[in-house]
């Protein structure tokens, strides 16, 4: 289980800033679908043959371990462009990798918290308990006392009979 260090944000406020950018780049590739055992070197290998490598970065998790994804970026646009359409769909040590100029999505913006606006769909929070509406709701009503969805009734014979049918 990873527990995050504490850390005083006076001090250290740079500690855990995103520094990468979160808008279109036409000259790096995000690669997924990498062999977990794949290293920096064979990537660099795999893509220098399309352009100059500017930087490549493997992506991983906190334990340090490769996620399968790596970002590379070259001098320009054309490199990129060209690698795009070379190595996209290339198989790398028996898997496929997907190759495309790097875009990645809108980063949420954690805004301060608004005061609380009143509206109709708000319920106290009284009626459904601390922890709010259960996601879940069983019925705790026995089967057996369940009603069914089309009725059915006993025939002279004794066996079930559905009505409408005959």
Known sequence: ????????????????????????????????????????????????????????????????????????????????????????????????IKVAISNPPKRKQTDPPEIAKPSASMVPRQIYGARGRGRTQLSMMPRALHRQSTPVTKAENGALQEIGRA
Request: hydrophobic share 35%; charged share 30%.
């Open 1 to 96: 289980m990873f527990v995050s260090p504490c850390i005083d944000k006076n001090k250290n406020p740079d500690f855990k800033v995103f520094k990468y950018s979160t808008v279109i780049e036409k000259h790096k590739l995000f690669v997924s679908g990498l062999p977990y055992s794949c290293t920096k070197e064979e990537i660099e290998d795999l893509f220098k043959p399309h352009g100059c490598i500017k930087d490549l970065r493997l992506v991983t998790n906190r334990a340090g371990k490769p996620k399968g994804l790596a970002y590379v970026e070259y001098e320009n646009e054309a490199q990129a462009s060209q690698a795009v359409m070379k190595m996209d769909g290339a198989k790398v040590k028996e898997q496929f």
